[in-house]
């Protein structure tokens, strides 16, 4: 009799079953992460869509604007205790929401206590600054501060004043991309979606990575620099 060599190592049959297992766990893991990426855009999506309903529709009813009316006028017609603004703020009741924190503060507050938008935004007195600002208004999914205001801080070359929504920091640039090419055109600096840049008095509210991560020239155009993968690109839905 011959005596025969045992084999020993893994055939390729089981080499072939593990590396399946492999490509399905990998897979798995990247279908959840693109799920989890696709869940945040929507919500950022909504969250613009429900916040404008709610800016309009509050006009609509009061015939004022949220955040430029009076504390006092505003307690009287709305039937709750309203704080911001208060008697003597920069332009109360001038039909805008000006580039300050305690207007800005000021419409979460009447905005939620008129039943417009969820959550209890209830400052007793303007926040003293941009840092403390984040506990008086609505938070994005990546844990920044919400901002309803008018001013120019956001991607143009020629910006001007314009109310908008600035959904906060921490925005990874590759969510941001996804929002505007499911909203908008797709890039930085063109469109009702627009990249954010930080001016006072709003550095920490919305600040973005410096614009040559955030951003990268194709052909004559910027576009979002995925490759990068900055983790701040905020951006502001202009209205």
């Keep these: 009799n011959m005596n025969r060599n045992k084999q020993t190592g893994f055939t390729l049959v089981e080499i ?23 869940a945040r855009v929507r919500n950022l999506a909504d969250m613009n869509s429900g916040i404008q309903a709610a800016y309009y529709g509050f006009i609509d009813r009061y015939r004022h604007v949220a955040g430029d009316w009076l504390a006092t006028e505003a307690t009287v017609a709305i039937g709750q205790p309203i704080n911001l603004p208060t008697a003597g703020a920069a332009n109360e009741n001038n039909g805008r929401i000006d580039n300050d924190l305690e207007e800005a503060a000021g419409a979460w507050e009447q905005l939620s206590k008129a039943g417009f938008i969820q959550g209890a935004y209830d400052p007793l007195a303007a926040p003293a600054d941009d840092s403390a600002y984040i506990a008086f208004a609505p938070i994005n999914a990546f844990n920044g501060a919400v901002t309803l205001t008018r001013n120019a801080d956001y991607a ?11 959904l ?43 614009a040559p991560v955030c951003t990268v020239t194709v052909g004559l155009v910027e576009e979002y620099n995925i490759t990068e993968d900055a983790q701040d690109c905020g951006v502001a839905f202009l209205y």
């Design 156 to 166: 143009d070359p020629a910006a001007s004043d314009r109310l908008n929504l600035h």
């Design 16 to 38: 072939a079953i593990v590396l399946v297992i492999i490509g399905l766990l990998l897979g798995g893991i990247l279908k959840g992460q693109e799920l989890i990426n696709s």
């Design 168 to 210: 906060g920091i921490n925005i990874p640039v590759n969510i941001s991309r996804e929002l505007d090419v499911k909203v908008d055109d797709g890039r930085p600096l063109t469109g009702i979606l627009r990249l954010s840049t930080p001016n006072a008095p709003w550095t920490n509210l919305h600040a973005v990575s410096a």
